[in-house]
């Protein structure tokens, strides 16, 4: 295949500024899919985009496309996520491609993952193409937008191409744009086999279908692949290319080509996101360098319901990592809940969506244990301990010294919101390092905050301050000393380790009083008394009790002498003082999301 004819790229933006809409038109327009048969976010295919009406996992297709100058080009387009959260799916797809059409939001403007997203392009020296999105909305200010993509990401004004994705204004100008501006794949037929593992997912009727993109060389159905991180070798099963949303077979891939194979892979977790792959007989010189892993940001304990639902956790683990590599786990036990998983994410909302894949694709029964960050702590011996998980903390006599990771937080807002941003950032321990003013009516505010403030309801709070037309991005900066403590709660005297958390200890007590009233509201009454308390060692921080159930004991008693009743009465407390020294509280599963919101 004429290697001067594909163009590779990805569409970036912040969330919710039309990338996925912008995907479906040009697929309309190249023909992948017929305008009678055309659904909604096509390659948004989870039941949970869908719902969510956000790209959580990037994908990938080839169109054909008949360019203005006559010619036939391949474009192979990837599709990508705008949370924050799932940044590592950006990175990965940018490191398959050689150009990027960043999409802006007439109405919004720029945002902080718009800025981030850009200079992960910068990084992967890729072509930009900015395209000004949602023109056909009536209360967008056009010139303002302008002058923000032009000053803040220094563009000139004649490159920005504005569009509407809802209606196609201006789509065959940004393939034309693509064309024109973006370079073919580098690299030759004639050099060895060297190709890039950029994606993976797991297919009912194929198996592991690992998607790669050639750098060097060919592949045909013949070749013995080598994986060069793992060193594990395959042989071929299937060969293709993802076209029009339908997987294609193909005899061959060549150079500068995306597509797909299958093999005799036997477990899932042998593959590797960002492996080199060669050729056994002619192999490459050199592996590239492969992705930077992501570091998990946020960890919480995942368990089944069913104890002997485990094997099917740990299998669906396995394969939702093959499409999710940002995913970690490892096994845990937990006194409460038996045998489980310690499970890392990189924000909250990364870890709602595991969740509920988990068990929509899997149809498993989970229980998540509240999510901490990973704190560090000096020993009496000088020794460093990562602790992400309350049962990993010393005791108070062996912490020399203990560390929490700080991010370094930007955010865009309305000017007039200032004020109660700065405020309430302040209020979560944030302090404050810049601002600068992007336009009339936005500024970037840059506070050095706790990930562990942040990783819950910061998001949502902001929303909420800004009237929606606030936005954030966060990175890992440093760890930095504090006081950390341990709060544990106590049902009926017992520690439920579900519900521990480390935490800074002058938020300990304002965060012990919430989570017992409202364990109190959550947990059912039963037929003892529950004392629920909240303590840190030895010391109660917070109390609360839940009633016992009244069970009308006399009912059968018509008449006679008080003493009669007396003696039930009297009988009743042995059995409930029995029942409150053996009885197991029941905790209903709505309990642990619920704490998780506090």
């Given at each position: 295949?004429?290697?001067?004819?594909?163009?590779?790229?990805?569409?970036?933006?912040?969330?919710?500024?039309?990338?996925?809409?912008?995907?479906?038109?040009?697929?309309?327009?190249?023909?992948?899919?017929?305008?009678?048969?055309?659904?909604?976010?096509?390659?948004?295919?989870?039941?949970?985009?869908?719902?969510?009406?956000?790209?959580?996992?990037?994908?990938?297709?080839?169109?054909?496309?008949?360019?203005?100058?006559?010619?036939?080009?391949?474009?192979?387009?990837?599709?990508?996520?705008g949370h924050v959260d799932f940044t590592y799916e950006v990175s990965k797809s940018l490191a398959a491609c050689e150009g990027a059409v960043l999409v802006v939001d007439a109405g919004q403007g720029i945002e902080a993952q718009t800025v981030a997203n850009y200079y992960l392009a910068i990084e992967n020296n890729l072509e930009i193409i900015p395209v000004l999105n949602k023109i056909d909305l009536t209360s967008v200010d056009i010139p303002r937008v302008k002058k923000q993509i032009t000053t803040v990401l220094g563009f000139k004004e004649?490159?920005?191409?504005?569009?509407?994705?809802?209606?196609?204004?201006?789509?065959?100008?940004?393939?034309?744009?693509?064309?024109?501006?973006?370079?073919?794949?580098?690299?030759?037929?004639?050099?060895?086999?060297?190709?890039?593992?950029?994606?993976?997912?797991?297919?009912?009727?194929?198996?592991?279908?690992?998607?790669?993109?050639?750098?060097?060389?060919?592949?045909?159905?013949?070749?013995?692949?080598?994986?060069?991180?793992?060193?594990?070798?395959?042989?071929?099963?299937?060969?293709?290319?993802?076209k029009n949303l339908k997987y294609e077979e193909v005899n061959n891939l060549t150079c500068g080509e995306v597509g797909y194979f299958t093999a005799?892979?036997?477990?899932?977790?042998?593959?590797?996101?960002?492996?080199?792959?060669?050729?056994?007989?002619?192999?490459?010189?050199?592996?590239?360098?492969?992705?930077?892993?992501?570091?998990?940001?946020?960890?919480?304990?995942?368990?089944?319901?069913?104890?002997?639902?485990?094997?099917?956790?740990?299998?669906?683990?396995?394969?939702?990592?093959?499409?999710?590599?940002?995913?970690v786990f490892e096994p845990e036990n937990s006194q409460s809940f038996g045998s489980g998983f310690r499970c890392g994410f990189l924000g909250l909302l990364h870890m709602e969506i595991v969740q509920e894949r988990l068990e929509r694709e899997y149809g498993l029964n989970l229980i998540l244990t509240v999510p901490n960050v990973v704190y560090r702590v000096i020993n009496s011996k000088g020794e460093i301990i990562e602790v992400d998980t309350p049962a990993k903390l010393p005791q108070g006599m062996d912490i020399k010294e203990a560390l929490e990771p700080f991010v370094s937080l930007l955010m865009i807002i309305p000017v007039d919101s200032i004020e109660l941003v700065c405020d309430f950032t302040k209020s979560r321990r944030g302090v404050f390092v810049s601002n600068e003013y992007l336009s009339e009516d936005r500024v970037k505010l840059v506070f050095n905050i706790p990930l562990s403030e942040i990783i819950v309801d910061f998001y949502d709070r902001i929303k909420s301050l800004t009237k929606g037309y606030g936005s954030l991005d966060y990175e890992f900066k440093d760890y930095l000393?504090?006081?950390?403590?341990?709060?544990?709660?106590?049902?009926?005297?017992?520690?439920?380790?579900?519900?521990?958390?480390?935490?800074?200890?002058?938020?300990?007590?304002?965060?012990?009083?919430?989570?017992?009233?409202?364990?109190?509201?959550?947990?059912?009454?039963?037929?003892?008394?529950?004392?629920?308390?909240?303590?840190?060692?030895?010391?109660?921080?917070?109390?609360?009790?839940?009633?016992?159930?009244?069970?009308?004991?006399?009912?059968?008693?018509?008449?006679?002498?008080?003493?009669?009743?007396?003696?039930?009465?009297?009988?009743?407390?042995?059995?409930?003082?029995r029942l409150k020294q053996f009885g197991k509280v029941e905790i209903p599963q709505e309990a642990f999301l619920e704490v998780l919101k506090i």
């Amino acid at each position: 295949m004429d290697k001067s004819l594909i163009r590779n790229f990805s569409i970036i933006a912040h969330i919710d500024h039309g990338k996925s809409t912008l995907a479906d038109r040009i697929l309309e327009i190249t023909g992948a899919v017929d305008k009678r048969h055309k659904g909604s976010q096509l390659l948004d295919d989870m039941d949970l985009e869908q719902e969510r009406g956000i790209t959580i996992k990037a994908s990938m297709v080839r169109l054909d496309y008949r360019a203005l100058d006559g010619k036939d080009y391949v474009l192979n387009l990837i599709d990508t996520p705008g949370h924050v959260d799932f940044t590592y799916e950006v990175s990965k797809s940018l490191a398959a491609c050689e150009g990027a059409v960043l999409v802006v939001d007439a109405g919004q403007g720029i945002e902080a993952q718009t800025v981030a997203n850009y200079y992960l392009a910068i990084e992967n020296n890729l072509e930009i193409i900015p395209v000004l999105n949602k023109i056909d909305l009536t209360s967008v200010d056009i010139p303002r937008v302008k002058k923000q993509i032009t000053t803040v990401l220094g563009f000139k004004e004649e490159d920005i191409i504005p569009a509407s994705a809802k209606d196609g204004t201006g789509v065959v100008d940004i393939l034309e744009r693509i064309i024109r501006t973006i370079p073919p794949p580098y690299g030759l037929d004639s050099n060895p086999l060297k190709a890039l593992v950029f994606d993976c997912r797991f297919d009912a009727y194929k198996g592991v279908v690992v998607f790669v993109k050639l750098v060097d060389g060919y592949i045909n159905p013949n070749t013995q692949l080598k994986m060069m991180h793992s060193g594990d070798i395959y042989k071929i099963e299937e060969l293709g290319v993802f076209k029009n949303l339908k997987y294609e077979e193909v005899n061959n891939l060549t150079c500068g080509e995306v597509g797909y194979f299958t093999a005799n892979i036997r477990q899932a977790r042998d593959i590797i996101i960002g492996d080199t792959i060669t050729d056994v007989k002619n192999p490459c010189a050199q592996a590239f360098a492969g992705y930077r892993q992501p570091k998990p940001l946020v960890f919480c304990g995942i368990y089944p319901v069913n104890p002997g639902d485990f094997p099917e956790l740990r299998d669906a683990m396995d394969k939702l990592k093959l499409s999710d590599a940002s995913f970690v786990f490892e096994p845990e036990n937990s006194q409460s809940f038996g045998s489980g998983f310690r499970c890392g994410f990189l924000g909250l909302l990364h870890m709602e969506i595991v969740q509920e894949r988990l068990e929509r694709e899997y149809g498993l029964n989970l229980i998540l244990t509240v999510p901490n960050v990973v704190y560090r702590v000096i020993n009496s011996k000088g020794e460093i301990i990562e602790v992400d998980t309350p049962a990993k903390l010393p005791q108070g006599m062996d912490i020399k010294e203990a560390l929490e990771p700080f991010v370094s937080l930007l955010m865009i807002i309305p000017v007039d919101s200032i004020e109660l941003v700065c405020d309430f950032t302040k209020s979560r321990r944030g302090v404050f390092v810049s601002n600068e003013y992007l336009s009339e009516d936005r500024v970037k505010l840059v506070f050095n905050i706790p990930l562990s403030e942040i990783i819950v309801d910061f998001y949502d709070r902001i929303k909420s301050l800004t009237k929606g037309y606030g936005s954030l991005d966060y990175e890992f900066k440093d760890y930095l000393p504090t006081k950390l403590v341990k709060l544990d709660i106590l049902l009926n005297g017992q520690a439920c380790d579900a519900f521990s958390s480390l935490m800074c200890k002058e938020r300990a007590y304002s965060r012990a009083h919430a989570l017992v009233s409202k364990l109190k509201d959550l947990i059912p009454r039963q037929l003892f008394e529950v004392a629920i308390q909240a303590a840190i060692g030895s010391q109660i921080l917070a109390s609360e009790k839940v009633r016992s159930v009244g069970k009308h004991v006399t009912a059968k008693c018509y008449g006679g002498d008080i003493t009669r009743k007396r003696k039930l009465w009297d009988e009743q407390k042995k059995g409930k003082k029995r029942l409150k020294q053996f009885g197991k509280v029941e905790i209903p599963q709505e309990a642990f999301l619920e704490v998780l919101k506090i």
